[in-house]
């Protein structure tokens, strides 16, 4: 860019250094000479980096998202975006005890209902020969499982039965 068109557009259309985010990516607002809307823009740390933003699945603090859509007003100060970076730490600090938690509770269950080798043994039927794994067998359901299939409501026989008049329609009250 020329010098010229550089000290053209910082007479007239000047833009204001708004802030900052931890990463150092810098944030400018221009002011619109017709008093409308400004338009916010973010400048990357580096050019590369703007590849990583737009096309990876790096973002920006959402706090500055808000800001840049005119979501926010007012743009996020470093003590917000702080606080907001050691929450999300937390979060996923207490997210990885749950799942440890959640592992050792699977992994104890798991023990506690696995069959043992003895028990499956035992639990063959004579007729069946011992070297015939179980996977092999065909298993039917008890008669206690077996429940009768479901009929499917049908809407359309039940319009045909009834009247083509319309009916009034009242909304019952909620039980609370």
Known sequence: MSIVRRVWQR???PSYF???DIEGNKYFEHPNVNNGRSKRTVEYRKNEDMWA???SGKRLPVQWSAWLTHTRPDPPS???LQADLARQQRVKLNAAILEA???AERANGDRLHAP???A???T???SVPRNVSRSDQKLEPPESDQRPKAQTRDPWAEALKGSDEPRSWTPMARKR
């Open 11 to 13: 007479i007239f259309k």
């Open 18 to 20: 708004v802030g900052k």
């Open 53 to 55: 933003y737009v096309a």
């Open 78 to 80: 470093i003590e917000e």
């Open 101 to 103: 938690r959640d592992e």
């Open 116 to 118: 043992s080798h003895d």
């Open 120 to 122: 499956e043994i035992n």
């Open 124 to 126: 063959q039927s004579p």
